[in-house]
Nanobody, 124 residues
Framework: QVQLVESGGGLVQAGGSLRLSCAAS????????MGWFRQAPGKDREFVAA????????YYADSMKGRFTISRDNAKNTVYLQMNSLKPEDTAVYYC?????????????????WGQGTQVTVSS
């Protein structure tokens, strides 16, 4: 069993930056693919970014490319999402997810474990 706890959300002005962290419990973290998703009020959950088990491969939604960076530190059982040049439309609850990598990285059902989410609010 893996538990995921996100942190680092908050209120930031447009153009600002935030770094989200997702701390995982369990000894199998290093074997899991990890992803970030977000859900804005009244909208469906959407894929943000994903990273494979050893950090060599990363994937981004088109609207996040060049602004967001996903990374991981397996020694610390933590995955990060660095978010720069934030826009009001980035406002959402951000969730991290972990899975064995058996499905498509951008699909939520590919992940076995989810965190509780952290709120990111970008003011204009």
């Amino acid at each position: 069993q893996v538990q995921l706890v996100e942190s680092g959300g908050g209120l930031v002005q447009a153009g600002g930056s935030l770094r989200l962290s997702c701390a995982a419990s369990g000894r199998t973290f290093s074997s899991y693919a990890m992803g970030w998703f977000r859900q804005a009020p009244g909208k469906d959950r959407e894929f943000v970014a994903a990273i494979n088990w050893n950090g060599i491969r990363t994937y981004y939604a088109d609207s996040m490319k060049g602004r967001f960076t996903i990374s991981r530190d397996n020694a610390k059982n933590t995955v990060y999402l660095q978010m720069n040049s934030l826009k009001p439309e980035d406002t959402a609850v951000y969730y991290c997810a972990g899975g064995r990598g058996g499905g498509h990285y951008a699909i939520g059902s590919s992940y076995d474990y989810w965190g509780q989410g952290t709120q990111v609010t970008v003011s204009s």
